[in-house]
């Protein structure tokens, strides 16, 4: 697998599902007894109107992008996940039998980057 293909498929397994589970919720609350703090918001969100509720939809993958963007910056190494002056590195391996790739590497371009054009 890539470094492309790993930002792709994040963005699919994770933040398009995420989106798309989170209003699926939203409209319908699974389960027999939801939990009352999100039928209260069900309620809420089933009764804006249309522009209202996309324009939720839109703070929602803002806030979702921002998110991922981040924590790409954190395996990237651009930020900090430590408060010492030593900070150490991550290294993100894809592994099967047959392949080992860093898809953290610094010489190369990085996952917030690729994810930041990914969803632009």
């Keep these: 697998m890539t470094k ?3 930002v792709k498929n ?3 397994v994770v933040r398009d599902s995420s ?3 989170t209003f699926d919720v939203l409209q319908n609350p699974p389960g027999i007894k939801p939990a009352q703090n999100l039928i209260e918001i069900s309620r809420w969100y089933n009764k804006l109107g249309d ?3 996309q324009m939720l939809r839109r703070i929602v993958e803002f806030a979702i992008d921002g998110s991922i963007f981040d924590f790409f910056c954190v395996l990237d190494g651009v930020a900090a996940i430590e408060d010492t ?11 099967t039998d047959y392949q080992r790739e860093l898809l953290n590497d610094d010489n190369t371009e990085f996952l917030h980057d690729l994810y930041r054009y990914e969803t632009q």
């Design 4 to 6: 492309e293909d790993f």
């Design 10 to 12: 994040i963005k699919t």
């Design 19 to 21: 989106i798309n589970g």
């Design 51 to 53: 522009s209202d509720k």
């Design 85 to 95: 002056e030593e900070k150490g590195t991550l290294e993100l391996y894809f592994v």
